[in-house]
C-alpha cells in the first residue's frame, strides 16, 4: 500500500511540474507542440482508408480565440474512439491554453458544421449544406 501511494504521488507530480515546464516554451516551441498535437489528432483519425461512408462521423476540431470550434475532423467510428477523443481534447485543450497565454485573436465567425461525410479516392471528404 505505501509502495503504491509513492507511485501515485511520483505520477501526479511528475504530471505538475510537466505542466509547469510547459509554460516556460517560447512561443515557437508551443506551436510546433501544437502543430504535433493536431497531426497526431488528424493521423489517428484517418488511420484507416475511407471505404464505408457509415463508418465515418465527423467532430469539431481547434479553439476560436474568441470560442468555438475552428472546424471539423471526419474520423472512422471503428478505430478506438476513446483515444481518438481523448487527443482531441489534448490538442482542443493545449490549443485554448496556447490562445490565452499568447494573446491570439481570431475571427468571430461560426465555422458552418458539415451534415455528414463521404469518401472519395479512400479520403473522407465533409459534406456541407449549400
Known amino acids: 500500500m505505501k509502495y503504491l501511494s509513492y507511485t501515485l504521488l511520483a505520477i501526479f507530480s511528475l504530471a505538475f511540474f510537466s505542466c509547469v515546464d510547459d509554460y516556460e516554451l ?25 471505404t464505408d461512408e457509415s463508418e465515418w462521423d465527423f467532430a469539431p476540431i ?3 480565440a474568441c470560442g468555438g470550434p475552428k472546424g471539423y475532423i471526419a474520423y472512422n467510428t471503428t478505430i478506438d474512439t476513446v483515444t481518438f477523443f481523448a487527443y482531441l481534447e489534448d490538442y482542443n485543450s493545449f490549443e485554448e491554453i496556447y490562445n490565452e497565454k499568447w494573446g491570439i485573436s481570431s475571427t468571430c465567425d461560426v465555422p458552418q ?14 459534406i456541407y449544406e449549400e
Open 26 to 50: 517560447t512561443q515557437d516551441e508551443d506551436t510546433v507542440k501544437l502543430q504535433e498535437k493536431q497531426t497526431r489528432v488528424e493521423e489517428f483519425a484517418k488511420s484507416v482508408p475511407c
Open 62 to 64: 481547434g479553439v476560436k
Open 113 to 126: 458544421a458539415p451534415i455528414d461525410v463521404t469518401c472519395e479516392d479512400g479520403e473522407p471528404v465533409l
